[in-house]
């Protein structure tokens, strides 16, 4: 390293703060899914001209480019394919460290990414030795739901 | 009528952190403007459009171009085109100015890509507003964080070790080093790549990129319309672009770079490139995290699936190899936002121009290939193939 | 003698592209709808229209803008909606004009057969017509530079004002309600108008005052929606069903910022070059133009703009009804060309006509205008 804090010359500068309040509107498909989670459930939507089935679920098929079709309710269980520690967070995010997965639900063309639990967060520790790509999880349900993803409050290792 | 597009100018300019830069965005856009027309000749009012990129909730500005642009000192009121694909907007402004160009409605236009990741006190957390909102944003996500999904994944796959990435990135270092234009200008050991503070698992902080403050432009013209001009143009011989599905988990699989793949096998055939390995002479491609390089150079057909870390030590992605790769640092090294994904395409048609700094450029190269990636979970991709273009007259 | 190069240069020959899709979304005063439904639901039937597929998309060209969209990079998820799956697709931040343009130059550089343009427009805030403008002037505010205009609270209603009270000089605040009166009672009667009714000069005159000399009723019908346009070459348009127009002129131009002060002495300049490009691309002189949309956001630019274009006399000007009746936000310049489209499909082969529009984000002061010269086939 060439430089320290010390020795660097402060540029002058001028406070800039935004506050924007954005209301997104969830349309059809995201409200669906939302209030399915409030009840438990993770609903998905499959292509109506190929076998994709879409969680999050989607209002159509990227590649067919036609709309979704037929609501179903895809199986709290899957597969964690991969995941990452994050030692480092951000500002107003959570606090570090946390796992983040991508878990192929079964049934799902996609993948749905979540929090995962069981990884070893010891400085050093391999994090895969605990908690290996491929384990089976499971969804674990927050006790207040509210129509939002953290409805889910992070996946469990099955078993 | 339709015609030709090449790169006829390059301006860049120096770069730095946020903090030490003691220039304004607006200054930096300037410099990197004068420099393209002193390179390549033209005079200011031969100018007639600018494509530039802004990425407002990075920069603090909205459409920030629409004052900017105004103060180039190339005219006040030339028409603006304002791009934002995220990460891939660097390379998709010079795409557009191409296909201006090609058309015929314009005959020179100027690139513009300014410092987009100036201001922002956390950078983090303003990429984690191109999280997919609702579903994935509030898991947490910044840039980082979404490049080590695709690092675990080929990690596992592929049994890329630490010491590999740290060896990506003691490379990256050593070209940087070489670049007057390159932000981190110093050399690293593997040891204290290794040793650098964990960010997100497998990546430590010297193999993500530095937040930096630089601008790039470029001219791009009729390469038959170039009488007036000082330069050896690039022509843009091929080009285009490629998207993934815009949630993280619609990617399917992220230890392979398909989607990059795809555009690869689509720009080579334009190209009529057979060979990838044997015909290009310099390869600029957008990996600001260690493990993309390897990822990057398989997708691209340089190196089979697992292969690309072999291609690396092997030395062929140095100076002097088969394949140059990243003389510039690339933006490992400097990642200044819009600024940072122009700068493969400049830097790979400088290298065709025979205008690189003389400490990086590869003697005699005539083909080169340019990369931009970017976007939430890298969704977005980028090619063009630049030719060295002998003057007609 | 060598000719010119650059801004003196006579404009080259560009090769014609051809409208054969348009479609859109309903046009409401907020939809309840992720950005990537709209977009879809406009591509989807745009394509539907001319009987070709998401395959077939050689581009796709976007419209919109993260600020109002309430989040960096939305083009993220709205480019899949617009066909741009493992394609090429771009997005523009700025007026779906602008995004036309760039398709037909694709389209017009031999690179592609067939690309899609699309709009959209429906910022992300919720709360009643007020709280909505409140939000969207807000964000015009963060348009503007920031360290000496931002801070005086210049937004583009601000500018529009500005230019009108100038304007005052030979017209007076009647002669902008007549004519704002006037608009809104063509499209009030029309399908797309978000003004279903007819209004007086005094309606007009009654209306909020939003800034002195500007009332309600002078400014756009905001509307929100998406809108898509399906261009294809000449040799595949004669494949695709249903409509078809040719686009003959492709012009953009962007005026100065505050300081020059021209949007103010001569707010019709930076329209003026638009059409100069565009008129010289398609070798057409103003009089021949039978057909006319012009994206005026005040009565006080209408005559600007029209004396920009050369029009007048015998060209039919905004029988939409114009932004009084309906104004899609950035899906606007789409909006305007799926208008001329309509009117030419049954209008005599050859006849002309122009669509104009202009991104409203910074108001008059750095106004982005494209003008597009299309012709019944």
Redesign the interface.
């Known amino acids: 390293?060439?430089?320290t804090a010390n020795t660097?010359?402060?540029?002058p500068?001028?406070a800039?703060h935004?506050d924007?309040?954005?209301?997104?509107?969830?349309?059809?498909?995201?409200s669906q899914f939302m209030e399915g989670l409030r009840q438990k459930k993770i609903l998905a939507t499959g292509c109506s001209s190929c076998v994709r089935v879409?969680v999050?679920p989607q209002?159509?098929c990227?590649?067919?480019?036609e709309?979704t079709d037929g609501w179903r309710e895809l199986p709290h269980e899957g597969t964690l394919?991969?995941?990452?520690?994050?030692?480092?967070?951000?500002?107003?995010?959570?606090q570090a460290p946390?796992a983040?997965g991508?878990i192929r639900l079964d049934g799902a063309?996609?993948?749905?990414?979540?929090?995962v639990v069981g990884v070893d967060f010891t400085?050093g520790a391999d994090?895969?030795e605990q908690l290996p790509?491929g384990t089976r999880v499971r969804a674990v349900w927050a006790e207040e739901r509210t129509g939002?993803?953290?409805d889910i409050a992070h996946f469990e290792p099955v078993g | 009528m339709a015609y030709r597009a090449a790169v006829a100018g390059v301006g860049l300019t120096e770069a730095t952190s946020p903090r030490k830069q003691t220039r304004s965005t607006i200054e930096l856009c300037q410099q990197a403007v004068q420099a393209t027309l002193a390179h390549s000749g033209a005079s200011p009012d031969s100018i007639d459009a600018i494509v530039t990129g802004n990425i407002d909730g990075f920069e603090g500005t909205v459409l920030g171009a629409k004052h900017v642009t105004r103060l180039l000192g190339i005219g006040a009121d030339l028409p603006v085109t304002i791009v934002n694909t995220g990460g891939t907007t660097g390379g998709n402004l010079m795409q557009v100015a191409a296909r201006m160009v090609r058309s015929g409605t314009h005959r020179r236009v100027l690139v513009l890509g300014g410092p987009t990741f100036f201001g922002s006190t956390d950078l983090q957390s303003a990429i984690n507003t191109n999280s997919p909102m609702i579903i994935e944003q509030p898991l947490g996500m910044g840039g980082y964080h979404m490049g080590a999904f695709a690092a675990s994944a080929y990690q596992e796959r592929y049994g890329l070790t630490a010491d590999d990435l740290a060896a990506v990135a003691v490379a990256d270092h050593a070209k940087a080093s070489r670049n007057p234009f390159a932000h981190l200008r110093y050399e690293m050991t593997p040891e204290e790549v290794l040793a650098g503070r964990p960010l997100s698992s497998p990546l430590t902080q010297p193999m993500v990129c530095p937040i930096s403050t630089s601008a790039v432009a470029m001219l791009v013209a009729d390469p038959e319309d170039v009488a007036d001009l000082a330069t050896t143009p690039a022509l843009i011989k091929a080009m285009g672009m490629s998207a993934d599905p815009y949630l993280g988990g619609g990617k399917g699989d992220f230890s392979r770079m398909q989607n990059l793949a795809n555009l690869a096998r689509r720009v080579y055939a334009l190209a009529d490139i057979r060979d990838p390995l044997g015909e290009f002479d310099a390869v600029e491609i957008f990996a600001p995290y260690a493990h993309m390089q390897p990822m990057q150079l398989e997708a691209l057909g340089f190196a089979p699936p697992g292969g690309g870390i072999d291609l690396i030590r092997s030395g062929a992605t140095d100076a002097g190899g088969t394949l140059p790769t990243n003389m510039s640092g690339g933006p490992k090294c400097t990642n200044a936002g819009v600024a940072g994904e122009l700068a493969p395409y400049a830097y790979a048609a400088l290298q065709v121009m025979g205008d690189a700094p003389a400490s990086i450029q590869i003697p005699g190269a005539r083909r080169s290939l340019g990369h931009g990636t970017g976007g939430s979970f890298f969704q977005f991709e980028n090619l063009a193939i630049f030719e060295s273009l002998a003057r007609s007259n | 003698m060598k000719p010119p190069i650059g801004r003196g240069a006579a404009q080259r020959a560009v090769a014609p592209v051809h409208v054969v899709g348009a479609a859109s979304t309903r046009f409401l005063p907020e939809h309840d709808a992720m950005l990537d439904e709209l977009v879809f639901e406009a591509v989807y039937k745009a394509l539907r229209e001319c009987g070709l597929r998401k395959q077939d998309l050689g581009l796709s060209v976007l419209a919109s803008m993260d600020v109002l969209d309430g989040r960096s990079i939305s083009s993220g998820l709205t480019n899949s909606a617009a066909g741009g799956y493992l394609g090429d697709s771009f997005r523009v931040e700025g007026d779906a004009g602008l995004a036309i343009v760039c398709a037909a130059q694709a389209i017009a550089s031999g690179d592609v057969e067939v690309a899609v343009a699309v709009g959209v427009y429906n910022p992300e805030r919720s709360g009643g017509a007020a709280t909505r403008r409140a939000f969207v002037e807000q964000v015009s505010n963060l348009g503007f530079e920031p360290h000496f205009d931002r801070p005086i609270a210049m937004t583009a209603n601000a500018s529009y004002a500005l230019q009108a009270g100038y304007g005052l000089v030979d017209r007076t605040v009647a002669d902008y309600a007549t004519l704002a009166a006037d608009e809104i009672s063509r499209g009030g009667g029309l399908e797309r108008s978000l003004r279903r009714f007819a209004a007086t000069q005094d309606d007009v005159l009654a209306s909020v005052p939003i800034a002195w000399p500007l009332h309600e009723l002078m400014l756009p019908a905001y509307s929100t929606g998406a809108v898509a346009i399906v261009l294809a070459s000449p040799a595949r348009a004669g494949r695709c069903l249903g409509r078809d127009a040719r686009l003959t002129g492709l012009g953009h131009a962007t005026g100065g910022y505050t300081w020059p002060g021209e949007w103010l002495t001569d707010p019709g300049a930076t329209s003026r070059r638009a059409a100069r490009m565009a008129l010289a691309q398609a070798a057409v002189s103003p009089d021949q133009i039978e057909l006319a949309e012009i994206s005026a956001p005040t009565p006080a630019l209408h005559r600007p703009y029209v004396d920009a274009l050369g029009v007048g006399g015998e060209t039919t000007i905004n029988a939409s009804g114009g932004l009084r009746s309906n104004f899609p936000g950035l899906a606007n310049g789409a909006l305007r060309l799926l208008e001329v489209v309509d009117l030419l499909s049954v209008r005599p082969r050859g006849t002309t006509a122009v669509s104009h529009s202009v991104d409203t984000e910074t108001g008059i002061v750095s106004e982005d205008v494209t003008l597009l010269v299309a012709e019944a086939i």
């Open positions: 390293m060439t430089t660097e010359t402060a540029a500068t001028q800039v935004w924007l309040h954005y209301d997104i509107h969830l349309g059809e498909t995201w879409f999050p209002a159509y990227e590649s067919c480019f709309p394919e991969v995941f990452t520690v994050a030692w480092h967070g951000f500002t107003g995010g959570p946390y983040i991508a063309s996609t993948l749905l990414m979540h929090w400085p994090v895969r790509f939002q993803i953290l």
